[in-house]
């Protein structure tokens, strides 16, 4: 299954994806990598957007790692997804944590705490039952 991994940190370290990718990667599974460092008082321009779409089709799911001052620029770039790509996404990170029924309204799914095992887990299911 094709995975799109997004960090929307301006720290493109991101240990915690590129460890989730990994363990994909390790699976199987068509990981993809996607950095899109700004500012969280910033919001993205549409061609970026656009590139974003175009990286993730085919994607059968998308994941977002994400902090509370990350939250305005993930609810962006997961409405601009969805309503162009018919695909699962998945919040994760400190926010999706601590609140997680408030990122339900925005996320098909959101991953509380440690996110290696769950990937994983969600990443057979979704390819044992078709949903991708």
Known sequence: ???VLLSIY???KSFGLRTLSACLKKEGHDVRLVF???SFT???EKSILKEVVDISEGA???GISLMTNFYDNAIQVTNFIKDRLDVHVIWGGIHPTIRPKECLNFADMVCLGEGEGALLEL???LN???LI
Do not use: A, N, Q, T
């Open 60 to 62: 059968g799911l998308i």
């Open 128 to 130: 044992k039952e078709d």
């Open 123 to 125: 990443g057979k299911k």
């Open 42 to 44: 910033e919001r993205y």
């Open 1 to 3: 299954m094709k995975v």
């Open 36 to 38: 899109l460092p700004m």
């Open 10 to 12: 301006p720290d493109i």
